[in-house]
């Protein structure tokens, strides 16, 4: 086995993985009701393509992709369109969303349809498939995969991350992907290797992960040079940037994007969808959650209709427990707390976390003591105290000039900071002020 | 099921368990044997002078700081060592001003925790330093029975100290510069010397400096920097011009193990960036070094620490972190 890296910096929160690491997925029954929000990836917003009364069958497409950073949606269970409507959407807004009366009787099988052969298409109709599958990165960004599957000419991409860090505490949805399915993941691999024409591929996996680390690399191919590279245990170990380093050393440089460095990163999740694709033919309608922490009766880890509402998921897990307080999507360090539980599980949906009063953080803040524990953490190096003090006085040029741009909201500086003051939640505002006053100066 | 009151709050969810007044109050556990080891060589005057500084400093902190603010500790670690940097035989009344000033002036008019520039602790005693030169510099000997009162404790407030207990010692930085006279090194490690009450046992000091080290409240650079920089500085003058104090000495003597563990560590008033903790250590050690060696007084951490206190925004600046991916490091 190859020795353990990783990168500068980070944190070490508590791992809490134990409640679903080694319960195998299962698959959810389907919800009465399926709610499709059209905005569920980075980019464009799909159009519907459905009026209400239609019937939809199981992996029919409801909304269409708006031009090329953008990806369709898939019904995910046989049913008829109730409604075309504003709805609650799990980043705390409201998205238009198709909604699906999910129809009792239905054997819920998708339509025949013909599978390609992946090897016999051109990289070109291999993205066409994927786009077409409504395929997005499944860490939680959701950024369309396709796109990163087409680099600009300009760069000469090397090789390809398969991120299975998974660092977030609790979510254990890409370790038991890797551990119950390597083949798929493996074979997503191989798809990709093809479109991109890269010879060489990295899978990063956290240490933690003994039987996925194990089973991945029982299967990893022979005739490609693919490594399954097991990582450092550390917070944010499965950000794009930090991953990049632990993998190759290199950093990238800031405000540039991986491939400026001749990488390419998907995720675990996303490459299976990809092998899912060529292999049933369905397109991405359903996917694996992590249901978990101390407020949910019975986590585990799940196959859930896309468009399943968190109260029905809840529902299947035991439902909360009494104690429960706030229920996270994502993970606790990144993930956004719900307030509404009618709110769908997308496409980015990597888990549910149910946290109790007790496993919540305190609301007390100090002072900033000037401890440096956040320059500490930051695993981009950045000063999250000064940029603190800035973000309190509304200086947010001086921030920008400081690389705030270079902050992804990971939540370190908030984690160690014994003075419990809100940084990353500061920084976020920061961010979207800077936003809104381009937004502003912009012409029309 | 029926939804519950759910909470929404903002990212991240966890919190790592270390907090300000846990950090606080640990390093206040962790003077104890330092204020034992003062009780040890000074007796009750010493705990009177500890008491009475501490008590200034939280009295102020009450009345004019924010409210509950007593309970995050830091007014109590104030108090603490401005009280271990006094002579045994100091007026007491002069401890309650020193602490009252250096909460008051040093920290609560700047904005309270986390804006003062200035170590509270030291610039009380600063205040002290410059108001009572010689009430301050009058160093009664250790040992004696614990019940003895040194100097004239109970002076009434602007009354010309009687010294009932006028044995009195030069400090060894004091013996040396005026009278040439070297302490022996075991003693000075083992703190029986004249001196404040908390700056002798230098033993002490840095096991309890070792234990908030371990603990992770104590930036080891901050100290490590400044023992080097003396040992270094004062070695080569000790080797070009040995009537210089030689290096043993000069990290052993005067206040220099208290300041360097307890004073320059100061969080608010020492620099946030790694680099920038090097560079402020070595300021520290080099101006100490200067003061003992070439000033008009015999000790020089104080004024070395408040000095480096004034440049800490400037070392922050300048010793910014290089971002990730990024070329150079900016100048904030």
């Given at each position: 086995?190859?020795e353990?890296?990783g990168?500068?910096h980070?944190?070490?929160?508590?791992?809490?993985?134990?409640r679903?690491?080694?319960?195998p997925?299962?698959?959810?029954?389907?919800p009465?009701?399926?709610?499709?929000?059209?905005?569920?990836?980075?980019?464009?917003?799909?159009?519907?393509?459905?009026?209400?009364?239609?019937?939809?069958?199981?992996?029919?497409?409801?909304?269409?992709?708006?031009?090329?950073?953008?990806?369709p949606i898939?019904?995910?269970?046989?049913?008829?369109?109730?409604?075309?409507?504003w709805?609650?959407h799990?980043?705390?807004?409201?998205?238009?969303?198709?909604?699906?009366?999910?129809?009792?009787?239905?054997?819920?099988?998708?339509?025949?349809?013909?599978?390609?052969?992946w090897?016999?298409?051109?990289?070109?109709?291999?993205?066409q498939?994927?786009?077409?599958?409504?395929v997005?990165?499944?860490?939680?960004?959701?950024?369309?995969?396709?796109?990163?599957?087409?680099?600009?000419?300009?760069?000469?991409?090397?090789?390809?991350?398969?991120?299975?860090?998974?660092?977030?505490?609790?979510?254990?949805?890409d370790?038991?992907?890797?551990?119950?399915?390597?083949g798929?993941?493996?074979?997503?691999?191989?798809?990709?290797?093809?479109v991109?024409g890269?010879?060489?591929?990295?899978?990063?996996?956290?240490?933690n992960?003994?039987?996925?680390?194990?089973?991945?690399?029982?299967a990893?191919?022979?005739?490609?040079?693919?490594?399954?590279?097991?990582?450092?245990?550390?917070?944010?170990?499965?950000?794009?940037?930090?991953?990049?380093?632990?993998?190759?050393?290199?950093?990238?440089?800031?405000?540039?994007l991986?491939?400026?460095?001749?990488?390419?990163?998907?995720?675990?999740?996303?490459?299976a969808?990809?092998?899912?694709?060529?292999?049933?033919?369905?397109?991405?309608?359903?996917?694996?959650?992590t249901?978990?922490?101390?407020?949910?009766?019975?986590?585990g880890?799940?196959?859930?209709?896309?468009?399943?509402?968190?109260?029905?998921?809840?529902?299947?897990?035991?439902?909360?427990?009494?104690?429960?307080?706030?229920?996270?999507?994502?993970?606790?360090?990144?993930?956004?707390?719900?307030?509404?539980?009618?709110?769908?599980v997308?496409?980015?949906?990597?888990g549910?976390?149910v946290?109790?009063?007790?496993?919540?953080?305190?609301?007390?803040?100090?002072?900033?003591?000037?401890?440096?524990?956040?320059?500490?953490?930051?695993?981009?190096?950045?000063?999250?105290?000064?940029?603190?003090?800035l973000?309190?006085?509304?200086r947010?040029?001086?921030?920008?000039?400081?690389?705030?741009?270079?902050?992804?909201?990971?939540?370190?500086?908030?984690?160690?900071?014994?003075?419990?003051?809100?940084?990353?939640?500061?920084?976020a505002?920061?961010?979207?002020?800077?936003?809104?006053?381009?937004?502003?100066?912009?012409?029309? | 099921?029926?939804?519950?009151?759910?909470?929404?709050?903002?990212?991240?969810?966890?919190?790592?368990?270390?907090?300000?007044?846990?950090?606080?109050?640990?390093?206040?556990?962790?003077?104890?044997?330092?204020?034992?080891?003062?009780?040890?060589f000074?007796?009750?005057?010493?705990?009177?002078?500890?008491?009475?500084?501490t008590?200034?400093?939280?009295?102020?902190?009450?009345i004019?700081?924010?409210?509950?603010?007593?309970?995050?500790?830091?007014?109590?670690?104030?108090?603490?060592?401005l009280g271990?940097?006094?002579?045994?035989?100091?007026?007491?009344?002069?401890?309650?001003?020193?602490?009252?000033?250096?909460?008051?002036?040093?920290?609560?008019?700047?904005?309270?925790?986390?804006q003062?520039v200035?170590?509270?602790?030291?610039?009380?005693?600063?205040?002290?330093?410059?108001?009572?030169?010689v009430?301050?510099?009058?160093?009664?000997?250790?040992g004696?029975?614990?019940?003895?009162?040194?100097?004239?404790?109970?002076?009434?407030?602007?009354?010309?100290?009687?010294?009932?207990?006028?044995?009195?010692?030069?400090?060894?930085?004091?013996?040396?510069?005026?009278?040439?006279?070297?302490?022996?090194?075991?003693?000075l490690?083992?703190?029986?010397?004249?001196?404040?009450?908390?700056?002798?046992?230098?033993?002490?000091?840095?096991?309890c400096?070792?234990?908030?080290?371990?603990?992770?409240?104590?930036?080891?650079?901050?100290?490590v920097?400044?023992l080097?920089?003396v040992a270094?500085?004062?070695?080569?003058?000790?080797?070009?011009?040995?009537?210089?104090?030689?290096?043993?000495?000069?990290?052993?003597?005067?206040?220099?193990?208290?300041?360097?563990v307890?004073?320059?560590t100061?969080?608010?008033?020492?620099?946030?960036?790694?680099?920038?903790?090097?560079?402020?250590?070595a300021?520290?050690?080099?101006t100490?070094?200067?003061?003992?060696?070439?000033?008009?007084?015999?000790?020089?951490?104080?004024?070395?620490?408040?000095?480096?206190?004034?440049?800490?925004?400037?070392?922050?600046?300048?010793?910014?972190?290089?971002?990730?991916?990024?070329?150079?490091?900016v100048?904030?």
């Open positions: 086995m190859l353990s890296l990168f500068r980070g944190v070490h929160p508590p791992e809490h993985k134990e679903t690491a080694a319960l997925i299962r698959r959810m029954p389907f009465d009701e399926i709610v499709l929000p059209l905005r569920q990836h980075a980019g464009n917003p799909a159009r519907p393509v459905v009026k209400v009364g239609d019937h939809v069958e199981r992996g029919d497409k409801v909304a269409e992709a708006d031009g090329f950073v953008s990806v898939h019904a995910s269970a046989a049913g008829t369109v109730a409604d075309i409507d709805w609650p799990i980043d705390g807004t409201s998205a238009m969303a198709v909604r699906l009366t999910v129809d009792p009787h239905a054997i819920q099988l998708p339509r025949p349809r013909v599978i390609p052969h090897e016999g298409l051109t990289p070109a109709q291999v993205i498939a994927v786009q077409d599958g409504g997005v990165g499944l860490g939680g960004a959701a950024f369309p995969t396709h796109v990163k599957l087409s680099p600009p000419r300009e760069f000469a991409v090397h090789t390809i991350i398969i991120n299975g860090a998974e660092c977030e505490p609790y979510l254990t949805s370790h038991r992907t890797m551990a119950e399915m390597p798929r993941v493996l074979a997503g691999v191989r798809i990709m290797m093809h991109l890269v010879k060489r591929a990295v899978v990063g996996i956290e240490r992960k003994p039987d996925a680390i194990a089973a991945m690399q029982a990893c191919p022979t005739d490609l040079d693919i490594t399954i590279l097991p990582l450092t245990v550390k917070y944010p170990q499965g950000a794009e940037k930090m991953l990049i380093e632990a993998v190759t050393g290199v950093e990238v440089p800031s405000g540039k991986p491939v400026s460095v001749g990488v390419v990163v998907q995720n675990v999740g996303s490459a969808a990809i092998a899912e694709i060529f292999e049933t033919g369905l397109p991405l309608i359903e996917r694996i959650v249901v978990s922490g101390d407020g949910v009766r019975k986590p880890n799940l196959i859930v209709p896309v468009g399943t509402k968190l109260i029905d998921l809840l529902d299947v897990c035991g439902g909360l427990a009494p104690d429960a307080a706030e229920v996270i999507i994502g993970g606790p360090m990144m993930g956004v707390a719900q307030a509404n539980l009618d709110a769908p997308t496409k980015g949906t990597t549910v976390v946290l109790t009063t007790a496993s919540m953080r305190g609301e007390t803040v100090y002072p900033c003591i000037h401890c440096g524990r956040c320059l500490d953490a930051c695993p981009v190096f950045l000063n999250p105290s000064l940029l603190g003090d973000a309190r006085k509304q947010y040029d001086a921030m920008a000039e400081l690389h705030l741009a270079d902050c992804m909201l990971c939540g370190s500086c908030s984690y160690v900071c014994p003075s419990n003051i809100p940084l990353s939640q500061q920084f505002f920061s961010k979207a002020a800077l936003r809104k006053r381009a937004g502003a100066g912009a012409p029309a | 099921m029926t939804a519950p009151r759910l909470v929404v709050s903002a990212s991240p969810h966890l919190k790592a368990k270390e907090s300000t007044p846990r950090i606080m109050w640990t390093v206040v556990l962790s003077l104890a044997p330092i204020v034992a080891a003062a009780a040890w000074f007796g009750v005057s010493a705990l009177l002078v500890i008491t009475a500084a008590a200034g400093a939280l009295v102020t902190e009450r004019f700081g924010p409210s509950r603010s007593l309970l995050d500790g830091s007014a109590m670690i104030t108090g603490l060592l271990l940097t006094l002579p045994a035989g100091l007026p007491l009344w002069m401890a309650v001003l020193g602490g009252a000033m250096g909460i008051g002036f040093g920290k609560l008019i700047f904005g309270g925790l986390g003062n200035f170590n509270p602790a030291l610039f009380g005693r600063a205040f002290l330093q410059a108001s009572f030169p009430a301050i510099t009058t160093w009664p000997t250790p004696g029975s614990f019940w003895t009162l040194k100097g004239d404790l109970f002076a009434a407030p602007f009354m010309k100290p009687a010294l009932t207990d006028a044995i009195t010692a030069a400090t060894p930085l004091g013996a040396f510069k005026f009278e040439g006279k070297a302490t022996p090194l075991a003693d490690v083992i703190g029986r010397t004249g001196g404040s009450v908390g700056e002798t046992a230098a033993i002490v000091i840095l096991l400096g070792a234990f908030l080290a371990w603990r992770g409240l104590l930036n080891w650079r901050v100290p920097a400044i080097v920089t270094l500085f004062s070695g080569v003058l000790h080797l070009l011009v040995p009537k210089y104090p030689d290096p043993l000495f000069m990290l052993f003597s005067g206040g220099l193990m208290l300041g360097a307890y004073m320059a100061d969080m608010v008033t020492s620099p946030v960036t790694n680099l920038g903790r090097w560079v402020f250590g300021g520290v050690g080099l100490t070094v200067v003061i003992r060696v070439w000033g008009g007084l015999p000790e020089g951490v104080m004024f070395a620490i408040l000095l480096m206190n004034a440049f800490t925004p400037f070392i922050n600046k300048a010793t910014q972190p290089r971002v990730f991916g990024a070329e150079r490091r100048i904030a």
